[in-house]
Structures are given as structure tokens and as C-alpha cells.
């Protein structure tokens, strides 16, 4: 699991300079891009994630924020990694409309993926 997090990771440095897992860090400002694998199934050998993406800002103009959603919406479709210990292919699956912030100056933009997960550790003898 700690491969999938660092290549992910890696990927979403492509789109933006602050991507965190989980949890943005509380003493880096805004704009940031937060990513988690929430919930995850098995299917034959093959583990299948829902890779949720977040994007936050805490400006007024959205214009940053959506071309960062938008490209990583874009970029993430289909992407298939592969090396020596891991491979996996994303696909989006919905892209939430502007969330209601309980914090009216914050700004989140909320993108769900499916995450096909192949550890190719597991199966080489």
C-alpha cells in the first residue's frame, strides 16, 4: 500500500506543486490537493479503490482552482502505471459539483476515480 501512495503521490505532483495524503498540512497555505483511497473490494487479483482527489483553494476566483480539477480530470483518465512491483490503471467515475464549505472563504472541488490495483510483488515466486 505504501507503493501505491508514493506513486500516486507522483502522479499528482504532475498537476500541482501540494498534494498531501489524507490530510492537507496546516501550515502550508492554499491551494492544495489532498488525495485518499477510501473504500476498496476484491476482485480475482486485482484490488479496486475509490481514489478520491479534493482540490482547495481560498480564493475568490475559481479560475485556478478549476483548471487544476479539470486537468487532473482529464490527466488521471485511463492512466495506466506499471513498474517492477506495482501497476495500476485509474478511470474517473463522478465529478462533484462545488461543495458547501462550512468555512465560507474555502473552496473544494472534489473529483472520484476507480483505481485498479495489481501488486505483481504477490504473485513472483
Known amino acids: 500500500m505504501i507503493r501505491l501512495r508514493q506513486s500516486i503521490m507522483q502522479v499528482l505532483l504532475d498537476y500541482h506543486d501540494r498534494v498531501y495524503f489524507q490530510k492537507a498540512s496546516n501550515d502550508k497555505p492554499f491551494q492544495n490537493v489532498v488525495y485518499n ?14 481514489l478520491d482527489v479534493d482540490i482547495w483553494d481560498n480564493q475568490d476566483d475559481t479560475t485556478d ?13 485511463r492512466l495506466n502505471y506499471i513498474d517492477e ?6 478511470y474517473r467515475a463522478n465529478r462533484l459539483p462545488p461543495l458547501d464549505e462550512d468555512e ?20 513472483s515466486e
Open 37 to 50: 483511497l477510501t473504500n476498496s473490494f476484491t476482485d480475482t487479483d486485482q484490488e479496486i479503490f475509490n
Open 65 to 77: 482552482l478549476e483548471t487544476i480539477a479539470s486537468n487532473i480530470w482529464r490527466g488521471l483518465n
Open 85 to 90: 512491483d506495482i501497476q495500476f490503471s485509474i
Open 104 to 123: 465560507k472563504n474555502i473552496k473544494r472541488r472534489k473529483l472520484i476515480f476507480q483505481l485498479r490495483y495489481f501488486d505483481r510483488r504477490l504473485n
